[in-house]
């Protein structure tokens, strides 16, 4: 078969673009279409895609406009149904606020759509900025959303077979695009054996760590109130456009470490106590789930597709309230476990990530498609 993987944009590294090389993996030879392509941002994950043959949109090849999509993202209909994918006979797109399950496929080619999400600026969930507090914005956002909603809803229809990445996208996918859709798991990179020495022991530091963009809707605030409150020792991994705001309001307790490399990120979940987590409406999750994997019992938010792999006194905590107060009872809580409770949690936070691994994501892909063409 000849083959097209069709996503979103390439100009950040992510768990949707984890998904995109594993699927590249399954499918070496496949050409990639996208909107808009920077090799240079992707730092040292460019390393994954420097050989690949990619098309970028007659968007993505304008100099400066394709940096600023959000005012443009109007024009997103006529980017997606510009490409022609006729010498194809499977397409699979990787879709999230871009929008790339929106091409156009004619019979009798197969078009299978993995959803990340529908748009989060399209149907009231929380997003990076709160552009709603402008007032031209808000108003040329309610047009222009007003019309990709419709947009939306009429090209979610194209795709063949739509895949989730949980049965909270599924649920979502049911409620906005009223179609039926397989749930596969997005693959997590945890590491293949733990390391030497007693893997589950005490780690040897006194921190908890968060990884995560710095932006509004990762409620990274509430992470860091809570440390300030409780005075725990809180690393922060990654960059984002609230960094300024939330290093003022960071206590003594609160390190912010930026983006780590690969090798760095590791060292800092060997010797953590726990992850923490408070994002609102997240899908899945990829960074909880990596951590997991390393054996760190997670304090997250009960919200979005979380609550499907984190059992609250099993492998980690859920709190019910976006606060630090809710967040410190449960912090507490850990802390109260007695060494043998708190081995068995790290023990079952690996044994969860575990079942979303990469090899079970590729294997689940291939036995989907297989029963497809």
Known sequence: MKVALVHDQLREFGGAERVLVSLKKIFPQADIYTTTFDLNSLGSHKKLIKDWKVHVSWFGRIPFLNRFYSPFRFLTPLIWESFDFSKYDLVISSSGSWMSKGIKTEKPIIHISYIHHPP??????????????????????????????????????????????????????????????????????????????????????????????????????????????????????????????????????????????????????????????????????????????????????????????????????????????????????????????YLEMRKEARKTAEEFSEEKFIENIKKFVKSKV
Do not use: C
Request: glycine fraction near 8%; charge should be neutral; aromatic fraction near 14%.
């Open 120 to 341: 989060r600026y399209l149907y009231g969930y929380e997003t990076a900025i709160e552009w709603q507090k402008y007032f031209f914005i808000k108003i040329y956002g309610y047009i222009v959303n007003h019309f990709l909603r419709i947009w939306d809803f009429t090209s979610s229809q194209r795709a063949d077979y739509l895949i989730a990445n949980s049965e909270e996208t599924k649920r979502r996918i049911e409620k906005f695009y009223r179609r039926d859709s397989t749930v596969i798991y997005p693959p997590v990179q945890i590491p293949d054996s733990h390391p030497q020495g007693d893997p589950y022991g005490h780690p040897k530091g006194d921190y908890y760590i968060t990884v995560s963009r710095l932006a509004r809707a990762k409620h990274i605030d509430v992470l860091i109130k809570a440390a300030n409150a409780a005075k725990f020792n809180l690393k922060i991994v990654g960059s984002g456009r609230d960094f300024e705001r939330l290093e003022q309001i960071a206590g003594p307790t609160v390190e912010f470490l930026g983006n780590l490399s690969d090798e760095e990120l590791k060292k800092t979940y060997l010797n953590a106590k726990a992850f923490l987590f408070a994002s609102k409406d997240e899908e899945f999750g990829i960074a909880v789930v990596e951590a997991m994997g390393y054996g760190l019992p997670v304090v997250a938010y009960r919200s979005g597709g979380l609550p499907e792999y984190i059992e609250s006194g099993i492998n980690g905590f859920l709190f019910d309230e976006l606060n630090e107060n809710s967040l410190v009872d449960k912090v507490k809580k850990l802390e109260s476990l007695k060494e043998k409770e």
